[in-house]
């Protein structure tokens, strides 16, 4: 077992909290096949109409994606193309880019099990989630580097508005060291004796 020290360990919880509210956003599902529906702990999910159009929790969605009894709307897909427009968008911008959404990296992270799925059952080609993943590898290298860049100094609210949630986590926590790094070795201090 991989041993973490404290402020490792508060980091990782602090993602998985921000991965667990992005699973409680809502998304756009439309439904590919009639189904019933169920009801869970006094909440009914369905039923469900083929054509028709439903606004799920993202956790709740994930079953009845993988089920092929929903699919996430045209609009709030995430796929190996938008994620080439993204890496080519953070490339050419030294800028650090504002996404529309504020947990668009979580979305991201989610999302692959999507592709995972259509490469699995045929859907599509292996080459879509291995591109899927350069890109997604691609746009998070790039968004660290401007970061990091960032966290040198005091940056604006307008440039810290960019980020998406997770990244100011990681803003936060690397300004505070580079800081703290800094202060000590510029402060001045003497050997006594």
């Known amino acids: ?3 973490m020290n404290k402020i490792e360990y508060e980091f990782l919880d602090s993602l998985r909290r ?3 509210i992005f699973r409680n956003e809502g998304i756009h599902t439309e439904c590919i096949k009639n189904h019933k529906g169920f009801s869970i702990l006094g909440d009914k999910l369905g039923p469900f109409e083929k054509g ?10 994930v079953p009845f994606i993988e089920n092929n009894i929903l699919k996430v709307a045209p609009h709030d897909k995430c796929d190996n193309v938008d994620l080439q427009r ?8 030294q800028k650090l880019i ?15 099990q999507f592709m995972e799925k259509d490469v699995k059952e ?14 997604y590898t691609s746009v998070l290298d790039s968004r ?7 966290a040198k100094s005091d940056s604006s609210i307008e440039v810290e508005n960019r980020l998406a949630v997770s990244e100011h986590l990681l803003y936060n926590n690397i300004h505070k060291i580079i800081n703290i ?6 402060s001045l201090t003497r050997i006594k004796g």
Not at 52 to 61: E, R
Not at 122 to 135: A, E, I, V
Not at 181 to 186: I, K, M, S, T
């Open 18 to 20: 921000i991965n667990f």
């Open 52 to 61: 028709k159009k439903y606004k799920l929790k993202f956790f709740l969605a």
């Open 144 to 150: 660290i580097l401007k970061i990091m860049r960032i």
């Open 181 to 186: 790094w800094r202060e000590f070795f510029l």
């Open 98 to 112: 504002q996404r529309e959404q504020d947990y668009f990296l979580n979305k991201i992270k989610e999302f692959n």
């Open 1 to 3: 077992m991989i041993k």
């Open 122 to 135: 045929n859907n599509k080609p292996q080459k879509f989630l291995d591109d899927y993943k350069s890109y």
């Open 86 to 93: 993204f890496a080519i968008e953070e490339r050419d911008d």
